[in-house]
């Protein structure tokens, strides 16, 4: 096991800086998780540590081994470094049984028959696929592919461990037994781990910490409470799960820790916790999560929050709950309720503490 | 002791020499001397004033004035341009026609008949000259029959017309195979489209289905048009005698037969052929995008709804079968009977001449039999060496950092461009050149690596596509595994590409085992192979020899494409 420094990374496709200077830390045994939409970086950065990919800047380092280094010119070929990579598609190679794919790293690692076979034995034993040793990759199910492609992972002892989102080709059932597994497995193996993935919830509930990208660069890094709870900007809230954001302008100053008295555009007021200042007349954005609005029984004094006056653009119903949508001050907002909303206009009732103030504008991608 | 506990190992020792440099570099140079080693001699002899080989020389570009000057060089210019014009035209008719009748509509039969309609693709032209030759030459079976019943034969082959028909039908499959992989990638939702809103289906056919093809159809034209003017053993056959010489019986018999070859005439017209056929592939390519010179393992092609012929169907079908019945069974099987037989007329009764008499004398000289077992080791053991080197061309070209990958696929894929005729007058250059290398130029091995270069871009045309379909993630995976390039090759792809290869050596040992343009400038006494020897005989008049040696290739053939077809269940093309 090893710790794993990027610095400056860079990866330029033609025109494209597909990563731009990204800078990471992983420490021995931590479990970090690359969190962002298609196209973000994660992938490449990934591809980059693997040695599948050459960067055009920057430094790569595992434990004491350069892996990388732009300035001294150096790369080593995925071969020489001590990777263990989970592809997306697995990569099982068809023409071999489980136990040849297998045991491939350790032939190439020229380990003695008898120690292979035992260590073959233990690897499958782990991702508990003991039995399956003798059948051929499309004879299993796509959950056993996995476990194989991790155990012919494992089975080298790599010095940190890439997964490339292993999970994204299963179904949904699957993918929540999978990902227990997975959470169980690396609190015994203690791996130094990095994991890529575009969903939230993996990221969530795997990782020690965090790293959101966007655009090729780094939006925000922390631990899942952190970027769930105190998201660094519009982006990395809404890809979060915050799917509801207000634009407003700041009436009179507000201290920091304050508390700020908000216009929106159609001139109706809010109040909200700033956890910066915010100086007066500036224009900031306020987020919320689906759970935190309620709908305020009418004629119901604001207690600890704001009633709005919105307009009720649709609702359908989502299993349990209805789905509301609703416009306030030309802003698209989306609440849960119990009950369907019976008229088109409806009261909003937002707390005053619990929404995140954004500065400037909100400039999210749908 | 558990995984968890254990300590990472270290990456396994990387081999004393790094493998990757000298082996894809290796590759690429053999592949380049494979193909600039005939072409560099052909262009050089082209501005020399003397012998390539003389002492003395000196660099000019009179051989250029003196060709255009040549009595009757413009005529052969002519008539070349006149051969491959009209061999186009036919073949786009008949393959354009075959490929809607046999392809789109419920023509009985249709799938037999079509099968038979490919057969010439797999035959030699020389082959299939000869066997209409035995058919409707002076002195063929119908020509006989017609005599005997109606007079003077109302053909001849020995004219451009009768030149064009024998070409144009041996290449119509080329035209049939890309129609109909056009026709069956277009959208059948276009032609029902076409139906639903009222069109009849001969509307429809003449103006959706015919209209979508036309790409197709231009293509497998100028490639039709390049294969006309490579075209060898029709004119030599029976253009030769009737005074009608084109390019590659100019060089032919300038070049070769000629006992003072006039070397800078020859390698001139040799380098202007080598010009224009160039511009030829470049246009195809252009038309293309993608150059696919032969098009070789095709899946099973989804097949839309057939058209209804109704009341036609049947009057078609008999057209239909008249065609194959005159083009290509009666061709062959005249053939294959001339084998069997001392003579053949309609005139006299067939059981009064049949022998195996030509089989017999063809296995105990031992200058015929000897041709047959060159054939064979040609082919098989210059196949295996083919198909090795295009194997690792593959690999090197789509699946490794080689620097010159590029200008690697472009080299390989060169020899679309050079006639075999030119193929074979540079390599007789190359071999008389170097010194070194007399000892190769009396022995079969001139002609594996000769054929071995003609038919590189046959041989990636069969292993690219599958190549390409193998996720790049299983080399990956090897390589972050610690295994370098050459052990990732030998150990994942290489066994991956199995099918493959065994497609691709099938394509070449057929080629191989038919080829005889290129090796008519090659082979010496004790190095002949089918197709120099059948020329040779033909030369002399043994018609019965001819028949057999022929029987004996057309059968090899056919027990290769059934046994290749059988076990692998694809299509050959090519």
């Known amino acids: 096991m090893a710790d794993l420094t ?151 002892r790599p010095a940190i461990l890439l997964l490339d989102e292993p999970l994204s080709n299963l179904d949904a059932k699957l993918r929540d037994r999978a990902r227990a597994w997975l959470a169980e497995l690396r609190t015994r193996l203690g791996l130094t781990t990095i994991y890529v993935t575009h969903d939230q919830i993996e990221a969530l509930s795997l990782s020690d910490r965090i790293v959101v990208m966007n655009g090729g660069r780094i939006a925000q890094i922390g631990t899942p409470q952190e970027i769930y709870e105190r998201p660094a900007d519009p982006f990395v809230a809404d890809f979060i799960g915050t799917t509801n954001f207000l634009p407003a302008r700041v009436v009179g100053d507000a201290p920091a820790g304050g508390r700020a008295l908000l216009e929106l555009a159609d001139g109706q007021r809010l109040e909200a916790v700033a956890e910066r200042a915010a100086p007066g007349g500036s224009r900031v954005t306020l987020a919320f999560r689906p759970e935190q609005m309620q709908v305020a029984p009418p004629g119901t004094a604001p207690e600890g929050g704001s009633v709005l006056a919105t307009r009720v653009t649709s609702r359908s119903y989502v299993g349990g709950n209805w789905q509301v949508g609703l416009e306030l001050a030309g802003a698209a907002l989306r609440l849960e309720a119990r009950q369907p909303p019976a008229e088109d206009r409806l009261d909003l009732w937002l707390p005053h503490a619990g929404g995140i103030l954004f500065r400037g504008g909100a400039d999210v991608a749908a | 002791m558990s995984l968890a506990m254990s300590r990472p190992e270290a990456p396994p020792a990387p081999p004393a020499i790094p493998r990757a440099a000298p082996i894809q570099y290796g590759t690429a140079l053999l ?44 005529l052969v210019l002519l008539n070349t341009v006149v051969l491959a014009a009209l061999t186009t035209l036919v073949a786009q008719f008949v393959g354009t026609l075959a490929a809607i009748l046999f392809g789109r509509t419920d023509l009985p039969l249709a799938r037999l008949m079509s099968e038979f309609f490919l057969w010439p693709l797999y035959l030699s032209a020389l082959v299939l000259s000869f066997g209409w030759y035995a058919v409707y030459g002076p002195a063929g079976y119908l020509t006989m029959l017609w005599q005997s019943v109606l007079g003077e034969a109302p053909w001849t082959l020995y004219s451009l017309a009768g030149m064009a028909v024998i070409a144009g039908v041996s290449q119509a499959p080329l035209a049939y195979i890309y129609c109909l992989s056009s026709a069956s990638i277009t959208d059948p939702s276009l032609e029902e489209a076409a139906r639903v809103s009222g069109a009849g289906t001969f509307r429809t056919l003449w103006r959706i289905t015919l209209p979508l093809m036309k790409p197709a159809i231009a293509y497998s034209a100028v490639l039709n048009f390049t294969v006309g003017l490579e075209l060898l053993s029709i004119p030599l056959i029976f253009g030769d005698p009737a005074g009608i010489t084109v390019l590659t019986t100019f060089l032919f018999n300038n070049g070769i037969s000629s006992p003072r070859p006039d070397h800078g005439l020859v390698a001139t017209a040799a380098a202007l052929m080598l010009a224009v056929v160039c511009f030829l592939v470049w246009l195809q390519g252009r038309m293309l995008g993608n150059t696919r010179r032969f098009i070789t393992l095709g899946g099973k092609a989804t097949r839309p709804r057939p058209f209804r012929l109704g009341g036609l169907r049947w009057p078609l079908f008999i057209l239909a079968a008249l065609y194959i019945l005159a083009t290509v069974i009666a061709p062959i099987g005249v053939l294959v009977l001339r084998a069997f037989t001392a003579f053949l007329s309609p005139m006299i009764p067939l059981s009064e001449v049949l022998t195996t008499g030509n089989f017999v004398q063809i296995f105990e000289y031992p200058v015929y039999s000897r041709a047959v077992w060159n054939s064979f080791v040609v082919s098989l053991v210059g196949g295996a060496i083919a198909t090795a080197l295009i194997g690792l061309v593959a690999i090197i070209v789509h699946r490794s950092e080689f620097r010159f990958r590029g200008a690697l696929q472009y080299l390989a894929l060169f020899p679309r461009a050079v006639p075999g005729v030119v193929a074979g007058i540079g390599f007789f250059y190359a071999f008389a050149l170097l010194p070194g290398l007399g000892f190769l130029r009396n022995s079969i091995w001139i002609l594996v690596i000769a054929f071995t270069m003609r038919f590189i871009p046959a041989g990636i045309g069969a292993v690219a596509p599958m190549l390409l379909q193998v996720s790049h993630d299983l080399d990956r995976a090897a390589r972050v595994q610690g295994a370098d390039w050459w052990t990732t090759s030998r150990r994942i792809l290489l066994p991956l590409m199995r099918p493959a290869l065994v497609g691709c050596f099938t394509i070449l040992f057929i080629s191989f085992f038919k080829e005889y343009s290129t ?56």
């Not at chain 1, 800086?17 to 298609?38: K, M």
């Not at chain 1, 991702?127 to 996995?146: F, I, K, N, T």
Request: overall charge neutral.
């Open chain 1, 6 to 156: 990027i610095q400056g990374l860079t990866k330029r496709f033609g025109g494209v800086t597909a990563v731009d200077d990204v800078n990471l830390h992983v420490a021995d045994g931590e479990f970090v998780t690359l969190l962002g939409p298609s196209g973000c970086g994660k992938s490449t950065t990934l591809a980059a540590v693997a040695g599948l990919d050459r960067a055009d800047g920057g430094r790569i380092q595992v434990g004491g081994t350069v892996y990388f280094d732009a300035a001294r010119g150096i790369y080593l070929p995925p071969e020489a470094r001590s990777c263990g990579l989970v592809f997306q598609s697995y990569a099982l190679w068809p023409h071999m049984t489980v136990a040849d794919n297998v045991a491939f790293p350790l032939t190439l690692r020229k380990v003695a028959a008898a120690e292979r076979k035992r260590r073959i034995d233990e690897v499958l034993a782990l991702v508990e696929m003991e039995r399956y040793a003798g059948r051929y990759p499309h004879e299993l199910s796509g959950g056993q592919q996995q476990r194989v492609a991790l155990a012919r992972t494992l089975v080298y």
């Open chain 2, 31 to 74: 592949v380049l001397v494979l193909v600039a080693g005939p072409l560099l001699p052909v262009l050089l002899q082209s501005v020399l004033d003397g012998a390539l080989y003389d002492a003395e020389y000196n660099l000019t570009l009179a051989n250029f004035a003196r060709l255009a000057r040549t009595e009757g060089f413009g």
């Open chain 2, 519 to 574: 090796a008519i400038f090659l082979f010496a006494p004790g190095s002949e192979v089918i197709g120099t020897t059948l020329l040779q005989l033909w030369v002399q008049g043994e018609v019965g020899l001819v028949a057999a040696l022929a029987t004996i290739q057309v059968a090899v053939i056919a027990v290769c494409v059934a046994a290749v077809r059988g076990i692998f269940g694809v299509k050959l093309h090519g």
